[in-house]
């Protein structure tokens, strides 16, 4: 087995990282790992309850349109909870964060947001159900890792994560290995293939990992690995075997799961930029037009994490030109506002 490709090094002073369900702890790495891992996400902060915590004022449930959703409104109006129809991504309100990637980005995200998944898609008056009343209880407030936590637990310099059969499930992810030519790299990595191991999704197929892709993720095995092998959304073995979240950019854009928050639109192969980009919730998928060479498929997809502290709406996403998944500005900085790279290629987006 090819070992893995090192990146280039983070110099960093202390690193804040999550470490399991029962919450997050402050952990000061020794002097050796403080040049190779990244302030990949700190909670600074507690909710503020004077202003729009759980237990200050009357709260209240209110229905709103495009798209139609319920949210969860504080004694001072401020929104605490948002949930779509026929979506299971809910976002709390909870203990601010800062996300980062010095060694790729200057940009910061600094939030409150908390993106999880319901066990449910939510209808209307699901908040009366007692399904979502148990599920409520135990994650509002709580800080065991959510969605944008486990994709930063795969950016560059981020620490190697083993289960209990000394399995890498995380930690710092390559793109993929280079082709033949020595300068593209190689695609169609799943998560499968980070972990090293055989997996057997629902409908029975199972599919075996490539040796020289282990620690591999391309764009959409990214986002399987976090919303499926982690957070356990059901996944299709293609886009064509199985329910759930398929293969590709392209299936997930296409594909049946999910709400779509804004519609792809146009003609093909390029489609239409989206004129309004404000319906965006943090932890929505976001899908890119890139390459002439796929002809009409979608071939980019990335996570939203909303707007970071300069007042960009950015995204993490893996890529090949910066090797792996990253926040970062190489090949493009991940924002979808303004006349940049990415924000040119933005095509729909949706809400699991």
């Known amino acids: 087995m090819p070992p893995k490709k090192k990146r280039p090094v983070l110099h960093a002073v202390t690193v804040l990282a999550l470490l399991g369900a029962s919450g997050f702890l402050t952990v000061e790495l020794r002097k050796d790992e403080q040049a190779k891992t990244p302030a990949a996400q700190a909670v600074i902060d507690q909710p503020d309850l004077e202003n729009g915590g759980a237990t200050t004022g009357k709260q209240s449930w209110e ?33 601010s964060r800062t996300f980062a990637e010095p060694a790729t980005t ?22 009366k159900q007692q399904w979502f009343k148990d599920w409520f ?30 399995i890498p499930y995380a930690g710092d992810a390559v793109f993929g290995p280079y082709k033949a030519d020595g300068v593209d790299r190689l695609e169609q990595n799943d998560f499968y293939d980070y972990l090293g191991r055989s997996y057997t999704f629902r409908n029975g197929t199972t ?9 591999a993720l391309d764009c959409s095995g990214f986002m399987r690995m976090v919303w499926g092998y982690r ?14 979240l398929p293969r590709s950019a392209d299936g997930m854009a296409r594909g049946k799961e999910g709400v779509d928050i804004i519609k792809l639109q146009g003609s093909a192969p390029w489609y239409t930029r989206p004129a309004n980009i404000d319906v965006l919730q943090p932890g929505d998928l976001l899908f890119f037009k890139m390459d002439h060479r796929t002809g009409n498929h979608i071939d980019h997809v990335a996570l939203y994490l909303g707007l970071d502290t300069d007042g960009h709406r950015v995204f993490v996403s893996s890529r090949k030109e910066q090797n792996g998944p990253t ?17 040119g290629l933005f095509r729909s987006a949706k809400r699991l």
């Open 63 to 95: 229905r709103l349109k495009n798209p139609e959703r319920t949210v969860l409104r504080g004694g001072n109006g401020q929104i605490l909870a948002t949930f779509t129809d026929h979506a299971r991504t809910a976002t709390l309100r909870g203990p």
């Open 327 to 343: 926040m970062g500005d190489k090949g493009g900085v991940s924002r979808i506002d303004g006349n940049g790279f990415y924000a």
């Open 137 to 166: 209880k135990k994650y509002y407030g709580s800080q065991e890792d959510d969605i944008f936590a486990i994709a930063f637990q795969y950016v560059q310099g981020a620490p190697l994560k083993k289960d209990s059969e000394g």
């Open 231 to 244: 957070a356990r959304y059901p996944l299709m073995a293609t886009n064509t075997l199985g329910d759930g």
């Open 106 to 127: 200057s940009s910061k995200v600094v939030t409150e947001d908390w993106v999880r998944l319901m066990p449910e898609p939510w209808t209307k008056g699901a908040e």
């Open 207 to 215: 599919l075996q990992p490539r040796p020289e892709r282990y620690r």
